[in-house]
C-alpha cells in the first residue's frame, strides 16, 4: 500500500503565493502521474495540474500560467507553486498519484490541504 501526505496550505492575501507538497511513501514500485485537485465548498473536484514521471504536465485552464507543477522522482514527492492568487483559488487542495505497488496500479488520494485566499 502507499500513502500521500499534503504540506503547504494556508491563508494568503490575494496577489500571494503558496507552495504545496505532497511526499509518497509505503511499498512503492513506481509511480505514473501525479498531481493536484481542488475542490470548493458546493462544488465539483476539478483537476489543477497534472505532471507525468517523464516531466510532461499539463494544468486546468483556470492557472493561466500562475501554478507551476514540478516532482522530484527521488523522493516521490510533487510540488506545486501558486502565484497570484486570487478568492477564487480557495479550496481544499488534494494531491493524486498513480502508483504501483505490490498490490498492483491504482489512484491514491491525499486527506486535502486547505488554501483560503483573503484579505
Known amino acids: 500500500q502507499a500513502q500521500l501526505v499534503e504540506s503547504g496550505g494556508g491563508l494568503v492575501q490575494p496577489g500571494g503565493s503558496l507552495r504545496l507538497s505532497c511526499a509518497a511513501s509505503g511499498s512503492i514500485f513506481s509511480i505514473d502521474t501525479m498531481g493536484w485537485y481542488r475542490q470548493a465548498p458546493g462544488k465539483e473536484r476539478v483537476l489543477v495540474a497534472a505532471?507525468?514521471?517523464?516531466?510532461?504536465?499539463n494544468y486546468g485552464d483556470f492557472v493561466k500560467g500562475r501554478f507551476t507543477i514540478s516532482r522530484d522522482n527521488a523522493k516521490n514527492t510533487v510540488y506545486i507553486q501558486m502565484n497570484s492568487l486570487k478568492p477564487e483559488d480557495t479550496a481544499v487542495y488534494y494531491c493524486?498519484?498513480?502508483?504501483?505497488?505490490?498490490?498492483?496500479?491504482?489512484?491514491?488520494w491525499g486527506q486535502g490541504t486547505q488554501v483560503t485566499v483573503s484579505s
Open positions: 493524486y498519484a498513480d502508483i504501483r505497488t505490490w498490490l498492483g496500479s491504482r489512484g491514491y
Open positions: 505532471i507525468t514521471s517523464g516531466g510532461s504536465a
